[in-house]
């Protein structure tokens, strides 16, 4: 192999290495320092229509990333209303989509959904996949629980059961 397309190889490696690290582990050295951020909320079932801070301020927060084509996410609604229901106001739970509206996928459409999943919390709107960069999240359902200080305390990429949500959320209500 002559020393031009070595180079060219081991350049090719490198760019390959540095990207699946970036994708594993974001572009920061801490996804906290993304955070808070703001989303634009919708008028729905337990939500108001305007914005919403994420992480809410001084509660842990549970944040539920998904999209109304997703079908684990139907199951993941059931786990996160069982959790809310079981600490109330001790902690906020915020669900997020990151799908565009328009054309085919309307804000009733949306509405729609979170009634028939029987969604009773804040309803956000992220078409831009800011959240989803800023913690890193390679799929949904996604669900993160911050603590009150707005730290990330966990996170997980797939169907995440009551039982599980629940525990992260003692683990950072402990800590407060």
Known sequence: MNRRRFLTAAGGLGLTGASAWVLRNGLGSDADSAFPMQVDTMDAPGSEAGRARVPASDTVTILDLFAT?????????????????????DVTTISVTNERLGGSLTKSDVREWWRDNDGAWTLGLDPDSELMSALGAGGIPHVAVFDADGSIRWQETSLSDAETIGERVDAALDDA
Request: glycine share 4%; with cysteine.
């Open 69 to 89: 084509w997703c079908s684990p996410c139907v199951e993941q609604m059931d786990a996160l209303e069982a959790v809310r229901q079981s600490y109330g106001d």
